[in-house]
């Protein structure tokens, strides 16, 4: 036995009901209220616009597909000649070789997928439904092809004038395709916002030396750096302040200075050295928010010199989360997407997700998976606000209203993560 007192761990019991508490939606509002898009467009070679944001509404100047062609490898021919059944091929089209000359009645081309219809040609046979005569001098179709059979008509994706992507569109691969295709080489996009993040504590050190008592490694720096980069936001990372407003109010008046939104993280609930909650009540035109969620309650949103500053809670899983509620959607606005939410899905429990009623809404970090057509949902591990484990394996935020959670089979919403 060892000679230790032993630590009884008891269940949370902090939760008491709170009529004070706001609704998210309240608070998301308070936030966009104070949230302007950034006006600054740069324009950039396609190559280097993956992730970033139209800027204005792009119209196609052209005709995609430009030239109509084939859709198979087979023979380009005029559908009314079928009843001839036997036709003479005349020569061979392909990708980049057009056959220039015009077809007559009784002939056709042999045609490669994407080369041009020859003059005289409306319908392809594929090749696996003819037979080749003689030395490949005639081929034998032997089914009925109708006219427009395998072809891509000119135009038939994109014509001048077409709206082909509205302002606000993130732009992934297959947008940088269609760019390539109508022969735009640069684009308009908006300016990255860049978002400055400031973790605060005497405990927190750097480096991988051994731990005195009472310190811990700063987690929520490289978190909420990791966030910003993966939505596309350029992160600055402004360090860590000890609890001392002097040192406080001098780290975020360099943030607000640099950056067009700062992210801080601890600080900001009522213990004796919230001093970030103090520095900000001095400095910034602020928004205290107690938000009815579990992690995540407290919520400090205001503007410091016009830049909109984030006081997110210090519990690891709890800045995560409150980034993903608030930070997240208000930084997309300023980045110009239109888009600011996560998708939500139905998802059916797998195993159970127990809380207690409290007057919150809990987010438990879930696994999602797909079967069947079925999404379902089970436990990420450890659902404490400390316990970042299941954050980082979490593809998930089930949605619990207030009661005694949910048991297996049960359905509920889940924000996606991934
Ligand atoms: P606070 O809101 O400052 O009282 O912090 C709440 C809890 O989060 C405390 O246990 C802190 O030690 C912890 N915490 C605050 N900041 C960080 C951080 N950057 N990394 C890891 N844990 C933190
Ligand atoms: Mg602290």
């Given at each position: 036995?060892?000679?230790?007192?032993?630590?009884?761990?008891?269940?949370?019991?902090?939760?008491?009901?709170?009529?004070?508490?706001?609704?998210?939606?309240?608070?998301?509002?308070?936030?966009?209220?104070?949230?302007?898009?950034?006006?600054?467009?740069?324009?950039?070679?396609?190559?280097?616009?993956?992730?970033?944001?139209?800027?204005?509404?792009?119209?196609?100047?052209?005709?995609?597909?430009?030239?109509?062609?084939?859709?198979?490898?087979?023979?380009?021919?005029?559908?009314?000649?079928?009843?001839?059944?036997?036709?003479?091929?005349?020569?061979?089209?392909?990708?980049?070789?057009?056959?220039?000359?015009?077809?007559?009645?009784?002939?056709?081309?042999?045609?490669?997928?994407?080369?041009?219809?020859?003059?005289?040609?409306?319908?392809?046979?594929?090749?696996?439904?003819?037979?080749?005569?003689?030395?490949?001098?005639?081929?034998?179709?032997?089914?009925?092809?109708?006219?427009?059979?395998?072809?891509?008509?000119?135009?038939?994706?994109?014509?001048?004038?077409?709206?082909?992507?509205?302002?606000?569109?993130?732009?992934?691969?297959?947008?940088?395709?269609?760019?390539?295709?109508?022969?735009?080489?640069?684009?308009?996009?908006?300016?990255?916002?860049?978002?400055?993040?400031?973790s605060?504590g005497d405990e927190l050190v750097d480096g991988v030396g051994p731990l005195e008592?009472g310190q811990i490694r700063d987690a929520n720096r490289p978190?909420?750096l990791?966030?910003?980069?993966?939505?596309?936001?350029?992160?600055?990372d402004?360090g860590r302040v000890a609890?001392?407003?002097?040192?406080?109010?001098?780290?975020?008046?360099?943030?607000?200075?640099?950056?067009?939104?700062?992210?801080?993280?601890?600080?900001?609930?009522?213990?004796?050295?919230?001093?970030?909650?103090?520095?900000?009540?001095?400095?910034?035109?602020?928004?205290?928010?107690?938000?009815?969620?579990?992690?995540?309650?407290?919520?400090?949103?205001?503007?410091?010199?016009?830049?909109?500053?984030?006081?997110?809670?210090?519990?690891?899983?709890?800045?995560?989360?409150?980034?993903?509620?608030?930070?997240?959607?208000?930084?997309?606005?300023?980045?110009?997407?239109?888009?600011?939410?996560?998708?939500?899905?139905?998802?059916?429990?797998?195993?159970?997700?127990?809380?207690?009623?409290?007057?919150?809404?809990?987010?438990?970090?879930?696994?999602?998976?797909?079967?069947?057509?079925?999404?379902?949902?089970?436990?990420?591990?450890?659902?404490?606000?400390?316990?970042?484990?299941?954050?980082?394996?979490?593809?998930?935020?089930?949605?619990?209203?207030?009661?005694?959670?949910?048991?297996?089979?049960?359905?509920?919403?889940?924000?996606?993560?991934?």
């Amino acid at each position: 036995m060892n000679s230790q007192t032993e630590v009884i761990v008891q269940p949370n019991c902090e939760d008491e009901y709170d009529p004070g508490l706001l609704p998210v939606s309240v608070a998301l509002t308070r936030i966009a209220e104070s949230i302007t898009p950034l006006s600054d467009v740069e324009q950039l070679p396609v190559r280097e616009a993956l992730g970033r944001i139209l800027a204005e509404a792009l119209h196609s100047p052209v005709d995609v597909p430009n030239h109509t062609n084939s859709a198979m490898d087979g023979y380009a021919l005029a559908a009314s000649d079928l009843d001839l059944k036997e036709l003479t091929v005349i020569g061979t089209a392909w990708a980049g070789r057009a056959f220039t000359a015009a077809i007559s009645a009784g002939q056709c081309v042999r045609i490669m997928t994407g080369a041009p219809l020859p003059v005289g040609a409306d319908a392809v046979v594929m090749v696996e439904r003819t037979q080749s005569v003689g030395h490949g001098d005639a081929v034998l179709v032997e089914v009925d092809v109708p006219a427009g059979n395998h072809i891509r008509a000119a135009g038939e994706d994109l014509q001048p004038g077409d709206s082909v992507f509205s302002a606000g569109t993130v732009l992934g691969p297959g947008h940088l395709g269609v760019l390539a295709s109508i022969g735009v080489d640069r684009v308009a996009a908006w300016r990255r916002p860049r978002v400055g993040v400031l973790s605060t504590g005497d405990e927190l050190v750097d480096g991988v030396g051994p731990l005195e008592i009472g310190q811990i490694r700063d987690a929520n720096r490289p978190s909420l750096l990791g966030l910003l980069d993966e939505m596309g936001v350029t992160g600055v990372d402004l360090g860590r302040v000890a609890d001392d407003e002097e040192a406080i109010e001098a780290a975020l008046r360099g943030g607000v200075s640099t950056c067009d939104a700062v992210l801080t993280s601890g600080g900001v609930s009522m213990g004796d050295f919230d001093y970030v909650k103090v520095v900000l009540d001095r400095i910034g035109d602020m928004r205290w928010m107690q938000v009815a969620i579990k992690p995540a309650k407290p919520l400090a949103f205001g503007l410091v010199d016009g830049v909109p500053v984030f006081g997110l809670p210090g519990n690891p899983v709890s800045s995560m989360v409150s980034f993903e509620l608030f930070a997240r959607p208000a930084l997309r606005a300023m980045a110009g997407r239109r888009d600011l939410d996560r998708p939500r899905v139905r998802a059916v429990v797998e195993g159970d997700l127990r809380r207690r009623p409290d007057g919150k809404v809990h987010f438990a970090r879930v696994v999602v998976s797909t079967r069947d057509d079925m999404t379902y949902i089970s436990s990420a591990g450890g659902q404490g606000s400390h316990q970042l484990t299941a954050m980082a394996a979490a593809t998930g935020l089930a949605v619990l209203p207030d009661g005694d959670g949910v048991t297996d089979g049960d359905e509920v919403e889940v924000l996606l993560l991934g």
